[in-house]
T-cell receptor
């Protein structure tokens, strides 16, 4: 079975400062990695994904993440945050087993708080 | 193109009752997945339907069931509600099943069990 650990439940950052949200996973099979964002009272929106190829992936809203297989990590970064980035961020993995793709396995989430 | 629609958005039920939640996927999408979100357990996968067939199921008791219709709309049913079933239930649709197909999430149905 796979699992996802988001090391920080809450990250306060000043506006225009850089931020890194940490994510580690464990799995005995190949994984496909995702970052989602959830704004209050809304569903999830995909920020970026790693399926294969280049380990540095770029997503929407200026976010990027790097897949590190040896450290089983997929940390999310943004060089300069804005007030509008205040939200809950979820790291997730999917694997293949049996007859097809498993559902997404999510981390507990990191609440990004942008301070003016 | 309209997004994923979930109805109702809010629901209050009493312990022991049953409830049915509805999800209309994005037009053309044939896969629908359901997730439960609670403060304690976080986001957990319930099940996925593709072409009216359940493709995968998470680790939930049999009280949780679902189905998908020929127009790809999906319903989720919870019988004999318990207080712990209070949660935000999210539906996600994708063109087809498989990791390469992006899942688009609806706004969710917030279920409160009293």
């Amino acid at each position: 079975a796979q699992s996802v650990t988001q090391l920080d439940s809450q990250v306060p950052v000043f506006e225009e400062a850089p931020v890194e949200l940490r994510c580690n996973y464990s799995s005995s099979v190949s994984v496909y990695l995702f970052w989602y964002v959830q704004y209050p009272n809304q569903g999830l929106q995909l920020l970026l994904k790693y399926l294969s190829g280049s380990t540095l992936v770029k997503g929407i809203n200026g976010f990027e993440a790097e897949f590190n297989k040896s450290q089983t990590s997929f940390h999310l970064r943004k060089p300069s945050v804005h007030i509008s980035d205040t939200a809950e961020y979820f790291c997730a993995v999917r694997t293949y087993s049996g007859g097809g793709a498993d559902g997404l396995t999510f981390g507990k989430g990191t609440h990004l708080i942008i301070q003016p | 193109k309209a997004g994923v629609t979930q109805t109702p958005r809010y629901l209050i039920k009493t312990r022991g009752q049953q409830v049915t939640l509805s999800c209309s996927p994005i037009s053309g999408h044939r896969s629908v997945s359901w997730y439960q979100q609670t403060p304690g357990q976080g986001l957990q996968f319930l099940f996925e339907y593709f072409s009216e067939t359940q493709r995968n199921k998470g680790n939930f008791p049999g009280r949780f069931s679902g189905r998908q219709f020929s127009n790809s709309r999906s319903e989720m049913n919870v019988s004999t509600l318990e207080l712990g079933d209070s949660a935000l239930y999210l539906c996600a649709s994708s063109l087809r099943t498989g990791v390469t197909y992006e899942q688009y999430f609806g706004p969710g149905t917030r279920l409160t069990v009293t």
